[in-house]
Nanobody, 125 residues
């Protein structure tokens, strides 16, 4: 049974940092792309960042480029999202997701096959 379990969310002041973790289990993810999405209150879920597990190549939404970094640890089967210079508009539930790596950047939630339950990030002004 595939499981993606997020952790690391919490309350932080604007300008601060948090690191989210996504522990993946239940299958081999070498041929998958891992993604982080977020959903703010009253808004649709949106793409944040993705990493191809096999190559390590990454892609970011413009809104987080230069502030967030996605990475993976093969030994721990874990994906991370380091978030720096946080802004109140980053407040959202952050979800980890996995979708088959088809060799192109995938940023749509409909491309994802597996989802975690999410972790809440609140950034105070």
């Amino acid at each position: 049974q595939v499981q993606l379990v997020e952790s690391g969310g919490g309350l932080v002041q604007a300008g601060g940092s948090l690191r989210l973790s996504c522990a993946a289990s239940g299958r081999t993810f070498r041929n998958y792309a891992m993604g982080w999405f977020r959903q703010a209150p009253g808004k649709e879920r949106e793409f944040v960042a993705t990493i191809r597990w096999g190559t390590g190549s990454t892609y970011y939404a413009d809104s987080v480029k230069g502030r967030f970094t996605i990475s993976r640890d093969n030994a721990k089967n874990t994906v991370y999202l380091q978030m720096n210079s946080l802004k109140p508009e980053d407040t959202a539930v952050y979800y980890c997701a996995a979708g088959r790596d088809l060799g192109v950047v995938r940023t749509s939630e409909y491309d994802m096959d597996y989802w975690g339950k999410g972790t809440l990030v609140t950034v105070s002004s």
